[in-house]
T-cell receptor, first 115, second 112 residues
Framework: KAGVTQTPRYLIKTRGQQVTLSCSPISGHRSVSWYQQTPGQGLQFLFEYFSETQRNKGNFPGRFSGRQFSNSRSEMNVSTLELGDSALYLC??????????????FGPGTRLTVT | LAKTTQPISMDSYEGQEVNITCSHNNIATNDYITWYQQFPSQGPRFIIQGYKTKVTNEVASLFIPADRKSSTLSLPRVSLSDTAVYYCLVGSSGAGSYQLTFGKGTKLSVIP
């Protein structure tokens, strides 16, 4: 069974631009969560989607948004990029339910650099 | 919201048992406590999950006291390949939403 895939793997953007990251979950998984990882703040929860609905959201500004499609694939968007948005963005999928109650499978992440 | 505390780093010799403790308060009363392992340039990988008392699988044990204010990941007989960062993950309710909170991670270095 193929794992979680994320595209692109690396991205360089300029301040003020916007970016869209993509995540394809493991086949059959309906829950997708997004996390931001930085050396200073560690792993921080962004949001969780289940069956195309955002169920939970972390403490991030409205510039961070996401969506999930009917095939469970998910995208996250960051608008008006700031230097502090430079991070590894990780996507994780799980078979069902809330992210915490089921084993999450993480993708390799997208490394975003904002200059 | 939940707050978590883990040791920043630990060293251990090969073959020893390693215990990593995560302190957490204000966690959801009806949710699991989960631990993940992360190697450089990879996403975290699930190790073990528990609700209370003790859980054991083929790679680790997890001890959770009755008050659920902490959890201890136990790795038996570590090897060099266990050198990684270990995170606890808990859930809590706050600010009108359910939040997932990772610990800051414990970097385990296994010495030959």
């Amino acid at each position: 069974k193929a794992g979680v895939t994320q595209t692109p793997r690396y991205l360089i953007k300029t301040r003020g631009q916007q970016v869209t990251l993509s995540c394809s979950p493991i086949s059959g998984h309906r829950s997708v969560s997004w996390y931001q990882q930085t050396p200073g703040q560690g792993l921080q929860f962004l949001f969780e989607y289940f069956s195309e609905t955002q169920r939970n959201k972390g403490n991030f500004p409205g510039r961070f948004s996401g969506r999930q499609f009917s095939n469970s694939r998910s995208e996250m968007n960051v608008s008006t990029l700031e230097l502090g948005d430079s991070a590894l963005y990780l996507c994780a999928s799980s078979s069902d339910g809330l992210a915490l109650r089921y084993e999450q499978y993480f993708g390799p992440g997208t490394r975003l650099t904002v200059t | 919201l939940a707050k978590t505390t883990q040791p920043i780093s630990m060293d251990s010799y090969e073959g020893q048992e390693v215990n990593i403790t995560c302190s957490h308060n204000n966690i959801a009363t009806n949710d699991y406590i989960t631990w993940y392992q992360q190697f450089p340039s990879q996403g975290p990988r699930f190790i073990i999950q528990g609700y209370k008392t003790k859980v054991t699988n083929e790679v680790a044990s997890l001890f959770i006291p009755a008050d659920r204010k902490s959890s201890t990941l136990s790795l038996p007989r570590v090897s060099l390949s266990d050198t990684a960062v270990y995170y606890c993950l808990v859930g809590s309710s706050g600010a009108g939403s359910y939040q997932l909170t990772f610990g800051k991670g414990t970097k385990l270095s296994v010495i030959p």
